[in-house]
């Protein structure tokens, strides 16, 4: 049964009694607005905090230098890593990525950051976020900017599976933040404590006037009553999906189960924000954590495509973090703070089965201050290449204010 929903709704992040009481996600509104005609290109970006290795997720598997600064936690060929060229290789645990690699469908882009980041978890992070490094004045996000020139959806088209509102998606349009849309809900109390019947009914009852406030609140039980009912929403993974759903603050796999199913229900969602924790910050026992980590990444990301089938050529998923990790190992078989870093790029239509950016070398001089990867490829970069040829926003002006963006090749 197809749902027809005749008007525009949006979940906005403001402050209402009606979703969020006492836990949960920042509280949503509601507003409507007339149909716009709906894009089918979706962006699904996924930020790794903590500042993962990309060095040891793809490999410099027989460089000298790499083996040399990391005598205990570095992977070679004979460890499984999984050759992508006679220089690069995927870490063994991401092996279900490697036929989209051979298919086109998965690449890497070696290299990224913007030395602006600083080391510090909040400030890149943010920086990243507000597509401006160095800039702590920005008041909004790169996604936030971005939406106001893709066009419309018929409930939501900017998602956050997130405990609150990411800093990317600050702006002027709604946004529905969640981190399980199956209980997308009123949420008053827990257990036997639940006065959730009463509080559906009050708070209704509290917004039938014809006022602003009226309207908004009846739009607001729209879009929830919309989202209960759509029964793709709830639809369990097709063709043997099988993600990870459990994890250390790892919810990908969560989070991918729950986009899919968004994109399959056919609402008009064009940006996707996945919030991924986990155990990324390496200072000590790095090998063991990746070893946890990366097929947890690996698996979710080949079962994100399997569900979607079809509609995988609609999707481009940007993975990245907030910095890289040092060149040279610690003293407890961990990585510090670093600088470039390494980003993915996956869907049906990307440019994949290679590895991209410019390689910078691991000599020491060729070094961030004889310590880290040096970044050669802007993160912006990666943002305005899947803004303009995925979901179609033509003034990157708007987004990345004063910067110039560079082609990558993803797309």
């Not at 040891?56 to 790499?66: A, Q, R, T």
């Not at 609609?314 to 470039?340: C, K, M, P, W, Y």
């Amino acid at each position: 049964m197809a749902w027809d929903v005749s008007r525009r709704v949006f979940l906005k992040g403001a402050s209402m009694a009606a979703v969020g009481v006492g836990m949960g996600p920042s509280p949503l509104m509601v507003r409507a607005a007339e149909a716009a005609a709906p894009g089918t290109g979706v962006l699904v970006h996924v930020f790794f905090r903590g500042g993962f290795d990309g060095l040891n997720f793809c490999v410099p598997y027989d460089d000298p230098n790499y083996l040399s600064a990391r005598p205990n936690i570095a992977l070679r060929r004979s460890d499984g890593v999984i050759p992508l060229d006679s220089y690069f290789g995927l870490h063994p645990a991401l092996g279900p990525l490697e036929p989209y690699y051979r298919d086109g469908r998965f690449g890497v882009i070696q290299a990224v950051g913007n030395l602006k980041l600083t080391r510090s978890h909040f400030d890149a992070q943010d920086f990243i976020e507000q597509g401006t490094p160095g800039v702590k004045t920005t008041a909004d996000g790169w996604l936030g900017r971005a939406i106001t020139q893709i066009p419309g959806a018929t409930v939501t088209d900017q998602v956050a599976f997130s405990s609150q509102l990411p800093r990317s998606f600050f702006g002027l349009e709604p946004v529905l933040v969640t981190q399980n849309v199956s209980t997308f809900d009123l949420r008053a109390g827990t257990g036997s404590r639940s006065w959730r019947p009463q509080a559906n009914t009050a708070l209704r009852a509290m917004y039938q006037g014809d006022t602003e406030a009226g309207r908004v609140g009846r739009e607001t039980f729209t879009a929830l009553d919309t989202l209960q009912r759509n029964p793709a929403v709830l639809a369990a993974p097709a063709a043997g999906a099988n993600y990870v759903l459990t994890g250390n603050g790892n919810n990908l796999g969560s989070s991918l189960r729950q986009a899919a199913a968004l994109i399959k229900a056919n609402i008009g969602v064009r940006t996707i924000f996945i919030n991924v924790g986990g155990a990324f910050d390496t200072h000590a026992n790095e090998i063991a954590s990746h070893d946890l980590e990366f097929p947890r990444i690996a698996q979710s990301l080949a079962a994100f495509a399997v569900d979607l089938g079809a509609r995988f050529d609609d999707v481009v998923v940007l993975g990245l973090t907030e910095f890289g990790r040092t060149f040279t190992e610690n003293g407890s078989r961990g990585t510090d703070h670093g600088a470039g870093s390494t980003a993915f790029y996956m869907g049906g239509r990307v440019r994949g089965g290679r590895v991209l950016g410019r390689w910078p070398g691991l000599a020491k001089t060729q070094l961030n201050e004889q310590r880290d990867l040096m970044p050669t490829t802007d993160f912006r970069d990666l943002f305005a290449e899947a803004l303009r040829l995925h979901v179609g926003v033509t003034d990157l002006s708007r987004v990345l204010p004063d910067y110039s963006p560079q082609p990558v090749g993803m797309l």
